[in-house]
C-alpha cells in the first residue's frame, strides 16, 4: 500500500467525525510503512466542480472546442491520474440526507470516463482500474446498516456501485454509526471504529508480508 490517495469530504472540517476516523486510519498506515506516498484531496475546501454544459461536453469528447472544456478535461485527466498512481482509495463519505456529500458525487462525475477508466462492449460496461483496494469510512446520525432505515441508506449502495464501475470492486466499509443518539453512543460509535480501522490495517499488512 505504498501509494495512498485520501479523499475527504466533510464540510465539518476538525469537526468532522469521518474526517476523524480518515485522518486515523492514514496515521495507522503511516506507522506500518513510514515510506508510504499519501496525496490527500479535501473535496469540501477544495471542491471539483459540478458539471456544466461545457464540462459535460469536454468529458465524452477526445477534443476540446474552448477554454472551458480545455479546463474541465485537464481537470479530470488529473484526477484519474492520481487514482490510477494509487494503490489504496481511502474515502472519508459522511452521509447527507440519506446519501454521499454533493462534491464527493461531482468527484466521481470527473473520473468516471468513458474509455478511460471504464469502456462499454456487447457485453456490457467493463472497470479498467482493477486491482486497487478500497477503505471507505461512512458516518451517519442514525442506524442504516440494518434495521428498517436501511431502506433509505443511498449512502453505502451508491459508493459501491460507482467504484465497481470503474473496477475497484475490492472495497472495505467501515460504519461510524447512530452517531446523533447522544454523546455516549458517539464516544462507543467512534471507538468501535477505530478499532476497527486499526484490525484492518493489521489484517492489511499482515497479509503484504
Same mark, same amino acid.
Given at each position: 500500500?505504498? !501509494? ?17 476516523l480518515t485522518s486515523h486510519l492514514v496515521n495507522q498506515l503511516r506507522l506500518k510503512d513510514g515510506n508510504a506516498k499519501v496525496i490527500t484531496r479535501d473535496l469540501a475546501s477544495n471542491p471539483v466542480p459540478h458539471l456544466t454544459q461545457e464540462s459535460t461536453i469536454a468529458l465524452r469528447a477526445a477534443e476540446t472546442e474552448n477554454e472551458a472544456q480545455a479546463t474541465a478535461q485537464a481537470l479530470s485527466d488529473e484526477?484519474? +491520474? $492520481?487514482?490510477? +498512481?494509487?494503490? &489504496? ?27 478511460? #477508466? ?13 486491482? !486497487? ?5 461512512? #458516518? ?28 475497484? #470492486? ?6 461510524? $454509526? !447512530? ?15 477505530? !478499532?476497527?480501522?486499526?484490525? &484492518?490495517? $493489521? $489484517? ?6
Amino acid at each position: 500500500m505504498s !501509494k495512498v490517495l485520501v479523499l475527504t469530504s466533510s464540510v465539518l472540517g476538525d469537526a468532522s467525525v469521518s474526517n476523524q476516523l480518515t485522518s486515523h486510519l492514514v496515521n495507522q498506515l503511516r506507522l506500518k510503512d513510514g515510506n508510504a506516498k499519501v496525496i490527500t484531496r479535501d473535496l469540501a475546501s477544495n471542491p471539483v466542480p459540478h458539471l456544466t454544459q461545457e464540462s459535460t461536453i469536454a468529458l465524452r469528447a477526445a477534443e476540446t472546442e474552448n477554454e472551458a472544456q480545455a479546463t474541465a478535461q485537464a481537470l479530470s485527466d488529473e484526477l484519474i +491520474a $492520481e487514482l490510477k +498512481a494509487a494503490d &489504496l482509495i481511502v474515502m472519508g463519505a459522511p452521509m447527507y440526507n440519506f446519501g454521499i456529500p454533493s462534491t464527493l458525487k461531482a468527484w466521481f462525475d470527473y473520473v468516471l470516463r468513458a474509455g478511460v #477508466t471504464f469502456s462499454y462492449s456487447e457485453s456490457g460496461p467493463e472497470g479498467l482500474l482493477k486491482g !486497487k483496494r478500497a477503505i471507505v469510512v461512512l #458516518t451517519r446520525g442514525g442506524l442504516y446498516s440494518e434495521g428498517p432505515a436501511q431502506l433509505m441508506d443511498a449512502q453505502e449502495p451508491h459508493l459501491r456501485t460507482l467504484l465497481g464501475f470503474i473496477g475497484i #470492486t475490492d472495497v472495505t466499509f467501515v460504519r461510524a $454509526e !447512530k452517531l446523533a443518539f447522544g454523546a455516549e453512543v458517539q464516544e462507543q460509535a467512534i471507538a468501535s471504529a477505530k !478499532k476497527e480501522v486499526n484490525d &484492518l490495517v $493489521e $489484517e492489511l499488512y499482515q497479509a503484504a508480508a
